[in-house]
């Protein structure tokens, strides 16, 4: 495409693909963000209550820091409200929990995938070199998905091939990606997951109290319940090109999204393409809520950081006393997953 024709969200993702912005002065870091001018601090009118039905405490304050972006109304950002504990459990329910069937991946179509997530088969010392089978040409005609061009898809691979090609998988309301509706039938959404956007839901609340309506969300947090979600996987050379969320029946409540792991570059526009981006640095343990006119606004991730997993998502002994430890394999398989890969866990209400 000639560059005078490209969108100005499209400019702005090439230009952090390459991995050298111009500017790095115009980019917002959430570890800094009182002090950038594209940013204004808000409160929060609601804590951020742990559920009651997790051994330990999710949150590490009740009423953290939250900033809004001045240009973007309804973008909602909090840096990591969560305790270390906390992340290492998201990692560890994002990589084995929410993979299992009946949740579908991006690789359901085209493997016969066993019950266990691929996580749990790569770091299994006797399951890690099994063959796991790829479906037939009529199985995957019939999925109604692409057929896959690249031989990978259609040979048997070892769970740890696999989980390297593990980019996504959904929850609640099961997405097709061809179509992009929610026609995939629905399983269940994680309960504890549930419960923690729902409390997020609640703290970010007309934030600033019912007098300020310029934070951008009125929603009643009360009123939000998870019914669709997505965890992407990021390796370090993963992207996520620029789209509007817009599947969903209602728009009124905000979209929830968490990361883990790695730190990326994540921009965020307005309802065309045409609007210039503002990009934000999300790290770890980072929460933002896509409310109002920002549900609604082109958004992607053009760059993921390497070398920027925290210390105690990366130590090999870091989880070792942690309530869930003896549920899940041991930690410093996830800190050497988490050392090269980046998790965004997502969820929305749809009706």
Not at 16 to 28: H, T
Not at 76 to 94: G, H, M, S, V, Y
């Amino acid at each position: 495409m000639p560059e005078a024709i490209q969108t100005a969200f499209r400019k702005a993702e090439k230009r952090y693909k390459r991995g050298q912005p111009p500017n790095w002065d115009n980019v917002v870091d959430l570890a800094a963000a009182a002090a950038n001018e594209a940013v204004r601090g808000i409160h929060l009118s609601y804590d951020l209550e742990s559920p009651a039905t997790l051994p330990f405490q999710l949150f590490s304050q009740r009423r953290p820091p939250a900033y809004v972006l001045r240009d973007h109304p309804g973008l909602l950002l909090i840096p990591n409200p969560f305790t270390d504990e906390a992340q290492r459990w998201l990692a560890r329910k994002c990589l084995c929990d929410c993979p299992r069937p009946p949740n579908r991946t991006n690789l359901d179509a085209f493997f016969s995938l066993p019950p266990e997530s691929l996580f749990e088969l790569a770091t299994d010392t006797e399951k890690r070199s099994q063959s796991i089978a790829n479906r037939t040409q009529a199985d995957i005609q019939q999925s109604d998905v692409t057929l896959p061009k690249e031989k990978f898809y259609t040979q048997p691979g070892s769970p740890s091939s696999l989980l390297e090609r593990q980019r996504w998988c959904t929850l609640g309301l099961q997405y097709n990606w061809t179509t992009k509706e929610y026609d995939r039938g629905s399983s269940p959404f994680d309960q504890d997951l549930d419960n923690l956007m729902r409390a997020i839901a609640i703290a970010i609340t007309r934030p600033n109290g019912a007098s300020d309506p310029s934070t951008g969300n009125e929603y009643n947090g009360n009123s939000f319940a998870s019914e669709a979600g997505i965890v992407n996987y990021y390796d370090e050379r993963a992207t996520m090109a620029g789209h509007v969320d817009k599947t969903e029946e209602k728009m009124d409540a905000p979209l929830i999204s968490l990361s883990i792991g790695l730190s990326c570059v994540y921009l965020i526009g307005g309802t065309t393409r045409d609007t210039e981006p503002t990009p934000i640095v999300l790290h770890s343990g980072d929460v933002l809520a896509m409310c109002g006119e920002s549900r609604i606004a082109y958004h992607g991730v053009p760059l993921v950081l390497a070398d920027t997993t925290p210390k105690f998502l990366s130590c090999p002994n870091a989880g070792i006393n942690d309530n869930t430890t003896a549920m899940y394999p041991e930690w410093h398989y996830f800190a050497e997953y988490l050392t090269h890969h980046r998790i965004n866990c997502n969820a929305r209400k749809c009706s």
